[in-house]
Nanobody, 122 residues
Framework: QVQLVESGGGLVQAGGSLRLSCAAS????MGWFQQAPGKEREFAAA????????YYADSVKGRFTITRDNAKNTIYLQMNSLKPEDTAVYYC???????????????????WGQGTQVTVSS
């Protein structure tokens, strides 16, 4: 069983920044998803097993950056220029593969963290 623990959520004003962290029990292909109230869980960003390749949803491209520290088995989501519509619970997810391709569906992923709330006030 893969253990994933997110942290770093909170309340921030529009235009501000937050950095989310996700500590994993091992090294995997990883993704971040966001789920706003009453909405489906949506893909935000993904990073390859090595960390050399990333992919973003259009809604966050240019504002969010996904990175990883493989020595710590931790991934990060740096969120800048936050908007009220970014308000959501953010989940990290792991896919047990070492190969790169784009995985952007929640059903593509094998394991999930508990989520961390991000609230952006206007």
């Amino acid at each position: 069983q893969v253990q994933l623990v997110e942290s770093g959520g909170g309340l921030v004003q529009a235009g501000g920044s937050l950095r989310l962290s996700c500590a994993a029990s091992g090294r995997y292909y990883m993704g971040w998803f966001q789920q706003a109230p009453g909405k489906e869980r949506e893909f935000a960003a993904a990073i390859s097993y090595s960390g050399g390749t990333t992919y973003y949803a259009d809604s966050v491209k240019g504002r969010f950056t996904i990175t990883r520290d493989n020595a710590k088995n931790t991934i990060y989501l740096q969120m800048n220029s936050l908007k009220p519509e970014d308000t959501a619970v953010y989940y990290c997810a792991a896919k047990r593969t070492t190969t790169w391709r784009i995985y952007s569906r929640s059903s593509d992923y094998d394991d999930w963290g508990q989520g961390t709330q991000v609230t952006v006030s206007s």
